[in-house]
Nanobody
């Protein structure tokens, strides 16, 4: 029902900033919890952050501790696009970044709870 496409990855120096985009197809974007994950070769897909669906009783954002204060998630429902604004980037942030959509209200930090995924965009932070 939803197709996702990431963009905006690239090479950036440590301490720099980068904005990733996740464009969604269809008109049901606001019905899903949207999350960002990242993955490096040989490791599990790691939760980065997520944002609540629109129209719910509460609005929230959630981030893994390692990116709190540095990464921010935005969503523009009218454009069916979610963004990950990254600042103060570190070499350990290097990974392929994926956006996902989940129909669940719980378990958003678990990749298996996401119904749709983009193909990822590479972020490389040089030291």
């Amino acid at each position: 029902q939803v197709q996702l496409q990431e963009s905006g990855g690239g090479l950036v120096q440590a301490g720099g900033s980068l904005r990733l985009s996740c464009a969604a197809s269809g008109r049901t974007f606001s019905d899903y919890v949207m999350g960002w994950f990242r993955q490096v070769p040989g490791k599990e897909r790691e939760f980065v952050g997520a944002v609540s669906r629109s129209g719910g009783s509460t609005s929230w954002e959630s981030y893994v501790d390692s990116v709190k204060g540095r990464f921010t998630i935005f969503r523009e429902n009218v454009k069916n696009t979610m963004y990950l604004q990254m600042s103060s980037l570190k070499p350990e942030d290097t990974a392929v970044y994926y956006c996902g959509a989940s129909a669940l209200n719980t378990g958003w930090t678990k990749a298996s709870n996401y119904d749709y995924w983009g193909r990822g965009t590479q972020v490389t932070v040089s030291s």
